[in-house]
Protein backbone atom coordinates (compact mmCIF):
# COMPACT_ATOMS: atom_id res chain seq x y z
CA UNK A 1 0.00 0.00 0.00
CA UNK A 2 3.12 2.22 0.61
CA UNK A 3 4.07 2.13 -3.09
CA UNK A 4 0.48 3.37 -4.30
CA UNK A 5 0.36 6.58 -1.29
CA UNK A 6 1.64 9.24 -3.78
CA UNK A 7 -0.43 7.79 -6.44
CA UNK A 8 -3.49 7.88 -4.50
CA UNK A 9 -3.30 11.14 -2.90
CA UNK A 10 -3.08 12.90 -6.31
CA UNK A 11 -5.99 10.77 -7.33
CA UNK A 12 -7.43 12.48 -4.42
CA UNK A 13 -6.71 15.59 -5.03
CA UNK A 14 -8.46 15.07 -8.85
CA UNK A 15 -11.93 13.61 -6.75
CA UNK A 16 -11.65 16.66 -5.12
CA UNK A 17 -11.58 18.98 -8.55
CA UNK A 18 -14.16 16.90 -10.19
CA UNK A 19 -16.57 17.90 -6.96
CA UNK A 20 -15.68 20.74 -6.90
CA UNK A 21 -17.06 21.65 -10.70
CA UNK A 22 -19.80 19.54 -10.25
CA UNK A 23 -21.23 20.81 -6.90
CA UNK A 24 -20.29 24.37 -7.42
CA UNK A 25 -18.75 25.68 -10.72
CA UNK A 26 -16.26 24.66 -13.36
CA UNK A 27 -15.03 27.96 -13.55
CA UNK A 28 -13.57 27.82 -9.86
CA UNK A 29 -12.50 24.20 -10.43
CA UNK A 30 -10.53 25.05 -13.36
CA UNK A 31 -9.12 28.67 -11.82
CA UNK A 32 -7.58 26.69 -8.56
CA UNK A 33 -6.04 23.89 -11.13
CA UNK A 34 -4.14 26.45 -13.12
CA UNK A 35 -3.12 28.52 -9.88
CA UNK A 36 -2.03 25.04 -8.86
CA UNK A 37 -0.28 24.06 -11.41
CA UNK A 38 1.12 27.90 -11.74
CA UNK A 39 2.29 26.83 -8.01
CA UNK A 40 3.80 23.68 -9.04
CA UNK A 41 6.19 25.35 -11.31
CA UNK A 42 7.43 27.70 -8.26
CA UNK A 43 7.65 24.60 -6.40
CA UNK A 44 10.54 22.60 -9.11
CA UNK A 45 12.22 26.09 -9.41
CA UNK A 46 12.01 25.83 -5.11
CA UNK A 47 12.77 22.87 -5.29
CA UNK A 48 15.72 22.97 -7.50
CA UNK A 49 17.73 25.76 -5.37
CA UNK A 50 16.68 23.61 -1.77
CA UNK A 51 16.19 20.45 -2.67
CA UNK A 52 19.34 19.64 -5.14
CA UNK A 53 21.68 22.23 -3.58
CA UNK A 54 20.14 22.70 0.14
CA UNK A 55 19.87 26.86 -1.06
CA UNK A 56 17.41 27.75 1.61
CA UNK A 57 16.33 31.15 -0.08
CA UNK A 58 13.32 33.15 1.18
CA UNK A 59 13.25 35.47 -2.09
CA UNK A 60 11.19 33.71 -4.37
CA UNK A 61 8.52 36.30 -4.98
CA UNK A 62 11.62 38.38 -5.79
CA UNK A 63 11.72 36.36 -9.24
CA UNK A 64 7.64 36.43 -9.36
CA UNK A 65 7.33 39.68 -9.45
CA UNK A 66 10.27 40.02 -12.16
CA UNK A 67 8.76 37.84 -14.07
CA UNK A 68 5.42 39.81 -13.63
CA UNK A 69 7.16 42.41 -14.53
CA UNK A 70 8.67 40.97 -18.42
CA UNK A 71 4.99 40.48 -19.01
CA UNK A 72 4.08 44.69 -18.59
CA UNK A 73 7.89 45.54 -20.24
CA UNK A 74 6.74 43.05 -23.66
CA UNK A 75 3.21 42.90 -24.00
CA UNK A 76 1.59 46.33 -22.63
CA UNK A 77 0.77 49.17 -25.21
CA UNK A 78 3.32 50.95 -26.08
CA UNK A 79 2.90 54.54 -24.66
CA UNK A 80 5.29 56.95 -27.38
CA UNK A 81 4.28 60.02 -25.42
CA UNK A 82 6.07 58.57 -22.26
CA UNK A 83 8.84 56.88 -24.05
CA UNK A 84 9.63 59.84 -25.77
CA UNK A 85 9.12 62.14 -22.57
CA UNK A 86 12.43 60.56 -20.74
CA UNK A 87 13.08 56.98 -21.53
CA UNK A 88 16.11 57.48 -23.48
CA UNK A 89 17.43 59.28 -20.17
CA UNK A 90 15.96 56.50 -18.02
CA UNK A 91 18.27 54.12 -19.79
CA UNK A 92 20.98 56.07 -20.27
CA UNK A 93 20.73 56.62 -16.56
CA UNK A 94 20.52 52.99 -15.91
CA UNK A 95 23.55 52.14 -17.97
CA UNK A 96 25.23 54.74 -16.06
CA UNK A 97 24.67 53.32 -12.84
CA UNK A 98 25.56 50.00 -13.68
CA UNK A 99 28.88 50.94 -15.32
CA UNK A 100 29.80 53.22 -11.71
CA UNK A 101 28.82 49.59 -9.41
CA UNK A 102 30.97 47.79 -12.00
CA UNK A 103 33.99 50.15 -11.97
CA UNK A 104 33.32 50.54 -7.92
CA UNK A 105 34.09 46.34 -8.21
CA UNK A 106 36.94 47.22 -9.73
CA UNK A 107 38.35 49.66 -7.64
CA UNK A 108 37.76 47.62 -4.47
CA UNK A 109 39.64 44.85 -6.25
CA UNK A 110 42.25 47.07 -6.87
CA UNK A 111 43.02 49.40 -3.60
CA UNK A 112 45.16 47.87 -0.84
CA UNK A 113 42.20 46.84 1.80
CA UNK A 114 42.84 49.32 4.55
CA UNK A 115 41.27 53.07 5.72
CA UNK A 116 41.94 54.67 2.63
CA UNK A 117 40.19 52.03 0.19
CA UNK A 118 37.01 52.44 1.78
CA UNK A 119 36.72 56.08 2.24
CA UNK A 120 37.97 56.83 -1.12
CA UNK A 121 35.08 53.99 -2.39
CA UNK A 122 32.85 55.90 -0.15
CA UNK A 123 33.28 59.38 -1.57
CA UNK A 124 33.34 57.74 -5.00
CA UNK A 125 30.22 56.21 -4.46
CA UNK A 126 28.37 58.99 -2.93
CA UNK A 127 29.42 61.42 -5.99
CA UNK A 128 27.96 58.67 -8.31
CA UNK A 129 25.15 58.54 -6.78
CA UNK A 130 24.17 62.33 -6.90
CA UNK A 131 25.27 61.99 -10.76
CA UNK A 132 23.10 59.30 -11.08
CA UNK A 133 20.29 61.07 -9.79
CA UNK A 134 20.75 64.35 -11.29
CA UNK A 135 20.40 62.16 -14.80
CA UNK A 136 17.53 60.00 -13.78
CA UNK A 137 15.11 62.13 -11.84
CA UNK A 138 13.94 64.64 -14.45
CA UNK A 139 13.50 62.12 -16.96
CA UNK A 140 11.07 60.02 -14.17
CA UNK A 141 9.05 63.20 -13.49
CA UNK A 142 8.86 63.73 -17.55
CA UNK A 143 7.33 60.52 -18.10
CA UNK A 144 5.14 60.11 -14.72
CA UNK A 145 4.05 63.69 -16.08
CA UNK A 146 2.46 62.24 -19.12
CA UNK A 147 -1.17 61.71 -19.19
CA UNK A 148 -0.80 60.01 -15.33
CA UNK A 149 -4.76 59.01 -15.11
CA UNK A 150 -3.82 56.83 -18.21
CA UNK A 151 -0.35 56.18 -18.29
CA UNK A 152 2.19 57.83 -16.99
CA UNK A 153 5.28 55.03 -18.00
CA UNK A 154 7.79 54.12 -20.26
CA UNK A 155 4.97 51.60 -22.23
CA UNK A 156 6.02 48.25 -23.16
CA UNK A 157 6.27 46.80 -26.73
CA UNK A 158 2.74 45.25 -27.20
CA UNK A 159 3.85 41.93 -28.41
CA UNK A 160 1.95 38.85 -27.47
CA UNK A 161 2.53 37.78 -24.23
CA UNK A 162 3.75 34.56 -24.70
CA UNK A 163 7.05 35.88 -25.31
CA UNK A 164 7.19 37.54 -22.26
CA UNK A 165 7.32 33.74 -20.97
CA UNK A 166 11.44 33.06 -21.62
CA UNK A 167 12.03 37.40 -21.15
CA UNK A 168 10.44 37.00 -17.76
CA UNK A 169 12.79 33.76 -16.94
CA UNK A 170 15.94 35.66 -18.04
CA UNK A 171 15.13 38.54 -16.15
CA UNK A 172 14.71 36.28 -12.89
CA UNK A 173 17.78 34.51 -14.13
CA UNK A 174 19.66 37.92 -14.01
CA UNK A 175 18.34 39.10 -10.39
CA UNK A 176 20.16 35.84 -9.49
CA UNK A 177 23.18 36.03 -10.58
CA UNK A 178 23.58 39.66 -8.95
CA UNK A 179 21.96 38.56 -5.93
CA UNK A 180 24.44 34.52 -6.03
CA UNK A 181 27.06 36.86 -6.66
CA UNK A 182 26.40 39.34 -3.22
CA UNK A 183 24.20 36.44 -0.68
CA UNK A 184 25.57 32.78 -1.56
CA UNK A 185 28.95 33.22 0.56
CA UNK A 186 26.42 33.84 3.52
CA UNK A 187 25.42 30.79 5.86
CA UNK A 188 22.22 29.26 5.60
CA UNK A 189 20.37 31.36 7.91
CA UNK A 190 21.79 34.40 6.73
CA UNK A 191 21.52 33.52 2.96
CA UNK A 192 17.59 33.28 3.98
CA UNK A 193 17.12 36.81 5.66
CA UNK A 194 19.39 38.67 2.59
CA UNK A 195 17.47 36.74 -0.19
CA UNK A 196 14.26 37.73 1.74
CA UNK A 197 15.44 41.73 2.16
CA UNK A 198 16.59 42.10 -1.44
CA UNK A 199 13.28 40.46 -2.63
CA UNK A 200 10.96 42.90 -0.78
CA UNK A 201 13.47 45.71 -2.44
CA UNK A 202 12.16 44.36 -5.83
CA UNK A 203 8.64 44.50 -5.09
CA UNK A 204 9.34 48.05 -3.24
CA UNK A 205 10.66 49.48 -6.65
CA UNK A 206 8.22 48.03 -8.95
CA UNK A 207 5.54 49.83 -6.36
CA UNK A 208 7.08 53.14 -6.25
CA UNK A 209 8.37 53.41 -9.59
CA UNK A 210 5.58 54.52 -11.51
CA UNK A 211 7.27 55.00 -14.54
CA UNK A 212 8.52 51.44 -14.90
CA UNK A 213 4.35 49.75 -15.02
CA UNK A 214 2.60 52.37 -12.92
CA UNK A 215 3.49 51.60 -9.67
CA UNK A 216 0.43 50.80 -7.30
CA UNK A 217 -1.92 52.45 -10.46
CA UNK A 218 -2.17 48.63 -11.94
CA UNK A 219 -1.33 48.03 -15.47
CA UNK A 220 -4.25 46.17 -17.08
CA UNK A 221 -5.30 44.90 -20.32
CA UNK A 222 -2.38 43.13 -21.11
CA UNK A 223 -2.88 40.48 -24.36
CA UNK A 224 -3.66 37.47 -23.69
CA UNK A 225 -0.72 34.48 -24.87
CA UNK A 226 -1.15 32.93 -27.96
CA UNK A 227 -3.41 30.73 -28.69
CA UNK A 228 -5.87 31.72 -25.83
CA UNK A 229 -8.86 33.82 -26.91
CA UNK A 230 -10.73 36.60 -25.19
CA UNK A 231 -14.28 35.36 -24.06
CA UNK A 232 -16.33 38.16 -25.62
CA UNK A 233 -14.29 36.89 -29.00
CA UNK A 234 -15.81 33.32 -28.99
CA UNK A 235 -19.30 34.49 -27.88
CA UNK A 236 -19.70 36.09 -31.20
CA UNK A 237 -17.92 33.12 -33.21
CA UNK A 238 -21.05 31.33 -34.56
CA UNK A 239 -19.30 28.02 -34.88
CA UNK A 240 -18.12 28.28 -31.39
CA UNK A 241 -21.86 29.30 -30.46
CA UNK A 242 -23.23 26.41 -32.76
CA UNK A 243 -21.30 24.27 -31.03
CA UNK A 244 -21.95 24.58 -27.58
CA UNK A 245 -25.70 25.28 -28.09
CA UNK A 246 -25.15 21.57 -29.63
CA UNK A 247 -24.29 20.54 -26.05
CA UNK A 248 -27.43 22.84 -24.59
CA UNK A 249 -24.53 24.63 -22.94
CA UNK A 250 -24.32 28.82 -22.44
CA UNK A 251 -22.04 30.33 -24.77
CA UNK A 252 -20.89 33.06 -21.85
CA UNK A 253 -20.16 30.03 -19.64
CA UNK A 254 -18.97 27.68 -22.12
CA UNK A 255 -16.54 30.65 -23.67
CA UNK A 256 -14.89 31.14 -19.97
CA UNK A 257 -14.13 27.62 -19.49
CA UNK A 258 -12.42 26.86 -22.59
CA UNK A 259 -10.45 29.58 -21.90
CA UNK A 260 -9.57 28.33 -18.67
CA UNK A 261 -9.26 25.21 -20.41
CA UNK A 262 -6.52 26.18 -22.68
CA UNK A 263 -4.67 27.60 -20.14
CA UNK A 264 -4.72 24.05 -18.06
CA UNK A 265 -3.30 22.41 -21.01
CA UNK A 266 -0.58 24.78 -21.33
CA UNK A 267 0.43 25.40 -17.88
CA UNK A 268 0.31 21.70 -17.91
CA UNK A 269 2.38 21.41 -21.02
CA UNK A 270 5.36 23.31 -19.21
CA UNK A 271 4.89 21.72 -16.06
CA UNK A 272 5.86 18.03 -17.41
CA UNK A 273 8.67 18.92 -19.70
CA UNK A 274 10.22 20.81 -16.56
CA UNK A 275 9.39 17.51 -14.27
CA UNK A 276 10.81 15.98 -17.34
CA UNK A 277 14.04 17.45 -17.82
CA UNK A 278 14.33 18.12 -13.81
CA UNK A 279 14.50 14.06 -13.29
CA UNK A 280 16.86 13.69 -16.48
CA UNK A 281 19.14 16.59 -14.98
CA UNK A 282 18.64 14.93 -11.69
CA UNK A 283 19.87 11.28 -12.66
CA UNK A 284 22.94 12.71 -14.72
CA UNK A 285 26.26 12.66 -13.74
CA UNK A 286 25.70 16.47 -13.07
CA UNK A 287 22.80 15.84 -10.92
CA UNK A 288 24.89 12.98 -8.86
CA UNK A 289 27.60 16.05 -8.31
CA UNK A 290 25.25 18.49 -7.06
CA UNK A 291 23.78 16.31 -4.63
CA UNK A 292 27.24 15.22 -3.42
CA UNK A 293 28.00 19.23 -2.95
CA UNK A 294 24.72 20.10 -0.75
CA UNK A 295 25.49 16.81 1.08
CA UNK A 296 29.26 17.54 1.90
CA UNK A 297 30.89 20.27 0.41
CA UNK A 298 34.34 19.95 2.06
CA UNK A 299 34.51 16.61 1.12
CA UNK A 300 33.50 18.07 -2.66
CA UNK A 301 35.38 20.31 -2.52
CA UNK A 302 38.41 18.70 -1.89
CA UNK A 303 37.86 16.12 -4.92
CA UNK A 304 38.07 19.46 -6.98
CA UNK A 305 34.34 20.65 -7.51
CA UNK A 306 33.78 24.25 -7.84
CA UNK A 307 31.52 24.28 -5.04
CA UNK A 308 30.80 28.03 -5.64
CA UNK A 309 29.87 28.20 -9.31
CA UNK A 310 27.70 25.41 -8.76
CA UNK A 311 25.94 27.08 -6.00
CA UNK A 312 25.40 30.11 -8.04
CA UNK A 313 24.63 28.18 -11.44
CA UNK A 314 22.07 25.99 -9.48
CA UNK A 315 20.50 29.23 -7.83
CA UNK A 316 20.47 31.03 -11.16
CA UNK A 317 18.50 27.96 -12.75
CA UNK A 318 15.84 28.00 -10.02
CA UNK A 319 15.20 31.48 -10.10
CA UNK A 320 15.08 31.21 -13.87
CA UNK A 321 11.78 28.64 -13.23
CA UNK A 322 10.31 30.71 -10.89
CA UNK A 323 10.12 33.72 -13.16
CA UNK A 324 8.95 32.03 -15.45
CA UNK A 325 5.66 31.15 -13.73
CA UNK A 326 5.57 34.40 -12.37
CA UNK A 327 5.45 35.35 -16.35
CA UNK A 328 2.51 32.95 -17.08
CA UNK A 329 0.69 33.74 -13.90
CA UNK A 330 0.08 37.41 -15.14
CA UNK A 331 -0.19 36.73 -18.83
CA UNK A 332 -3.15 34.36 -17.46
CA UNK A 333 -4.56 37.23 -15.16
CA UNK A 334 -3.84 40.22 -17.86
CA UNK A 335 -2.78 42.74 -15.36
CA UNK A 336 0.07 43.54 -13.22
CA UNK A 337 -0.94 44.35 -9.37
CA UNK A 338 2.45 45.22 -7.48
CA UNK A 339 0.55 45.20 -4.09
CA UNK A 340 -0.03 41.49 -4.49
CA UNK A 341 2.97 40.51 -4.40
CA UNK A 342 3.29 39.11 -0.77
CA UNK A 343 5.97 37.22 1.05
CA UNK A 344 3.04 34.98 2.46
CA UNK A 345 1.50 34.15 -0.78
CA UNK A 346 4.00 33.44 -3.20
CA UNK A 347 7.55 32.61 -0.86
CA UNK A 348 6.64 30.45 2.03
CA UNK A 349 3.20 28.94 0.82
CA UNK A 350 5.10 27.79 -2.32
Known amino acids: MAKYRNLL ?15 QSWNLSLNILNLALLSCIMAIGVNIQWGYAGLFSTGIVGSVALGGLAVALVSSKPVPEGWAAGGPRIVGALVFAAVAIALAVWLYRRLKPGTT ?3 ALALYLVIVFFIYRMILDPAVIAVESNNPAQAGNIGGLGWNSIFAWPVGALMAAAAAWVIGKIALGLREDYLAIATLGIAEIIVTVMRNEDWLAR ?19 LQVNPAFVELVNDFGLNSVAASTIFVKLLYAVMFGVVLILLVWGCERALNSPWGRMVRAIRDNEISSEAMGKDVKFRHLQIFIIGSAVVGLAGAMMTSMEGQLTPPSYLPLRFTFLI
Open 117 to 119: RAL
Open 215 to 233: GVKNLIDLPRPWPVPKEVD
Open 9 to 23: LFAGVGVLFLLTGLL
